[in-house]
């Protein structure tokens, strides 16, 4: 039983690239929603998905796409990276619907956009 | 907006100390106050509270929460440096029960 698995760990870009961050978990959670975290900021939702084809925007959603074809799958889109972005990224996910059950995190994405 | 501020923002001490972190908030239609720790990565599930007075215990740490002054305390007894993260509070958002709004969070430090 993996949890939630993010990938990569660290990515550089240049600033105007795209990247895909990847989130899986295997515990057939129907709630995933993406995270970042910066110093000071605490934790901000980006996206959120409550089960495969319904995703909603978060905190913090300008710059990001998300979309949820599968219920294991999360993957968070930069159309085209800013230095803002750069941040730490988390996946998270849980059982059922509103907060009875606690979140899941994956390990985190260290983006940095140059 | 739905507001959740803790305190103190960081805070030193040595081992053996007890300590109390604060966690207050302003939601409409409370549900719950979730706390989690953090340590170099994932952030951890600690402790889930819906109704006033009742505390919650796991081991040295322990969690209360008052809904009529709308705040929780975090307890840490006899601290030890793997206690040492940072510790996180948070609420289920009025906008929707599936935003959860986190604090900016307590960075404790537990000197040996």
Same mark, same amino acid.
Not at chain 1, 85 to 110: D, E, I, K, M
Not at chain 2, 13 to 25: I, R, W
Not at chain 2, 59 to 83: C, P, V
């Given at each position: 039983?993996?949890?939630?698995?993010?990938?990569?760990? /660290?990515?550089?870009?240049?600033?105007?690239?795209?990247?895909?961050?990847?989130?899986?978990?295997?515990?057939?959670?129907?709630?995933?929603?993406?995270?970042?975290?910066?110093?000071?900021? $605490? *934790?901000?939702?980006?996206?959120?998905?409550? $089960?495969?084809?319904?995703?909603?925007? $978060?905190?913090?959603?300008?710059?990001?796409?998300?979309?949820?074809?599968?219920?294991?799958?999360?993957? *968070?889109?930069? *159309?085209?990276?800013?230095?803002?972005?750069?941040?730490?990224? /988390?996946?998270?996910?849980?059982?059922?619907?509103?907060?009875?059950?606690?979140?899941? /995190?994956?390990?985190?994405?260290?983006?940095?956009?140059? | +907006?739905?507001?959740?501020?803790?305190?103190?923002?960081?805070?030193?001490?040595? +081992?053996?100390?007890?300590?109390?972190?604060?966690?207050?908030?302003?939601?409409?239609? %409370?549900?719950?106050?979730?706390?989690? !720790?953090?340590?170099? !990565?994932?952030?951890?599930?600690?402790?889930?509270?819906?109704?006033?007075? @009742? +505390?919650? =215990?796991?081991?040295?740490?322990? #969690?209360?929460?008052?809904? =009529?002054?709308?705040?929780? @305390?975090?307890?840490?007894?006899?601290?030890?440096?793997?206690?040492?993260?940072?510790?996180?509070?948070?609420?289920? #958002?009025?906008?929707?029960? +599936? =935003?959860?709004? %986190?604090?900016?969070?307590?960075?404790?430090?537990?000197?040996?």
């Amino acid at each position: 039983n993996a949890g939630v698995t993010q990938t990569p760990k /660290f990515q550089v870009l240049k600033t105007g690239q795209s990247m895909t961050l990847q989130c899986a978990q295997d515990m057939n959670h129907e709630y995933m929603s993406w995270y970042r975290q910066d110093p000071g900021m $605490g *934790l901000r939702l980006i996206h959120y998905s409550v $089960g495969a084809g319904i995703t909603d925007q $978060g905190e913090v959603p300008n710059g990001y796409n998300v979309s949820r074809s599968t219920t294991e799958d999360f993957p *968070l889109r930069l *159309l085209s990276a800013a230095p803002s972005q750069t941040s730490v990224y /988390f996946c998270a996910s849980r059982w059922g619907r509103g907060f009875n059950s606690p979140l899941h /995190f994956g390990n985190g994405t260290r983006l940095t956009v140059t | +907006e739905d507001k959740v501020v803790q305190s103190p923002l960081s805070l030193v001490v040595h +081992e053996g100390d007890t300590v109390t972190l604060n966690c207050s908030y302003e939601v409409t239609n %409370f549900r719950s106050l979730l706390w989690y !720790k953090q340590e170099k !990565k994932a952030p951890t599930f600690l402790f889930m509270l819906t109704s006033s007075g @009742i +505390e919650k =215990k796991s081991g040295r740490l322990s #969690s209360i929460l008052d809904k =009529k002054e709308l705040f929780s @305390i975090l307890n840490i007894t006899a601290t030890q440096t793997g206690d040492s993260a940072i510790y996180l509070c948070a609420v289920p #958002s009025q906008g929707g029960s +599936e =935003k959860l709004v %986190f604090g900016k969070g307590t960075k404790l430090t537990v000197n040996p």
